[in-house]
């Protein structure tokens, strides 16, 4: 009897710790079972309440209450909105609000010591294209904001210009404003307040603001870079182009007087060298870059004067191939085409007239 006692009490101690097993998994099952309900209730409420901010305000879960806020200030473009959010969530709000209703003002609800306080003020300034705002920021911030507009605004005031802190960035501005008035008025007398060192930056601007109505092509303009041209020259150069006057080549310095002239002669000889312009100028660039030089020079006089025998002196087959493609688009005439050698480029070349409409 004693035996089958002590038999059941030792059954029934090893079945506990298979009783205390269940029971942890059964209180995880329910935690998880509280987890699911939570988030079916917060779906059910992001999705009958969401539409009021006491719906929203309601949300459990804090990411689908910020997104059921963020959601509602944008659609209504409330600002009160971003209020209920925290952080990050409420400076973007802000941000995102002030931009589209271009209410520069509303930034200040941002604590100005936030990356999001003057990314606020410089979206809302380009979105207006109004300066003024940005003098509210550190002189940096202000510097970029106020360039930005000026560019926005095709550097069109030398007052916005003058507003920038930042000395190298106002005097860029300037250039680029004095040149879009030389260009827009054919007027010499604005190029000798552009640099006279060389200056990649302004260079750049200028021969991209130019390059259509002075018909330059993309090696041309490398070429420019190679040869050191200083943005006042370059501004020379453009205005003797424009103007269909020669003798403003002569306040040009460096190669790029050569390259003035060359527009007016097609080869001018230097004597004293015994070489043509192109080779003299293309001697002046690394020797990587010569073959583009000399593709330059002749598809640059080849386009303009709509003559293919010029791109055959190009003894480079693939940039011959281009120069001629690049006057039969140019003037919309396949004919141009029939003089590529090559019967894969030719086909290239009348694909690619007959896809350009405007020619």
């Given at each position: ?25 059964l ?16 779906v ?114 030398l ?29 010499v ?54 103007n ?55 598809s ?13 002196q ?46």
């Amino acid at each position: 009897m004693r035996d089958s006692t002590e038999s059941s009490a030792k059954k029934q101690e090893r079945a506990r710790p298979r009783i205390k097993e269940n029971e942890r998994l059964l209180l995880l099952a329910a935690f998880a079972a509280v987890l699911v309900i939570i988030a079916a209730i917060s779906v059910i409420a992001s999705s009958f309440h969401g539409t009021t901010l006491d719906g929203c305000k309601s949300i459990v879960l804090l990411n689908d209450r910020y997104a059921c806020l963020l959601g509602m200030a944008n659609s209504t473009k409330n600002i009160s909105i971003c209020s209920y959010l925290g952080g990050s969530y409420k400076n973007q709000c802000v941000s995102d609000i002030a931009t589209e209703t271009s209410n520069a003002a509303a930034c200040s609800l941002i604590n100005s010591t936030s990356a999001y306080y003057p990314s606020c003020v410089t979206a809302v300034s380009l979105e207006l294209k109004n300066a003024t705002y940005c003098s509210t920021l550190p002189a940096q911030d202000d510097s970029n904001c106020t360039y930005g507009v000026a560019n926005l605004t095709g550097f069109s005031s030398l007052s916005i210009c003058g507003d920038i802190p930042n000395a190298s960035k106002s005097s860029g501005c300037a250039d680029r404003y004095y040149y879009n008035v030389a260009i827009s008025h054919r007027d010499v007398a604005y190029c000798s307040y552009e640099p006279s060192a060389p200056n990649s930056s302004t260079l750049s601007y200028m021969i991209g603001a130019a390059s259509g109505i002075l018909g330059l092509s993309a090696n041309y303009t490398i070429l420019l870079h190679y040869l050191n041209t200083t943005p006042r020259s370059f501004c020379y150069y453009s205005m003797a182009t424009l103007n269909y006057n020669q003798s403003l080549c002569s306040s040009t310095a460096g190669e790029i007087s050569l390259l003035c002239n060359y527009n007016f002669n097609k080869v001018i000889v230097n004597t004293s060298l015994n070489l043509t312009n192109e080779s003299y100028i293309c001697s002046k660039v690394p020797s990587y870059a010569q073959n583009i030089c000399r593709y330059s020079f002749l598809s640059y006089a080849a386009i303009k004067n709509r003559n293919y025998t010029d791109c055959e002196q190009i003894s480079n087959l693939s940039y011959q191939y281009n120069c001629i493609a690049a006057i039969a688009i140019k003037y919309h005439d396949n004919e141009y085409c029939a003089f590529i050698s090559n019967s894969t480029a030719r086909g290239a070349c009348n694909y690619d007239v007959s896809n350009n409409a405007t020619g």
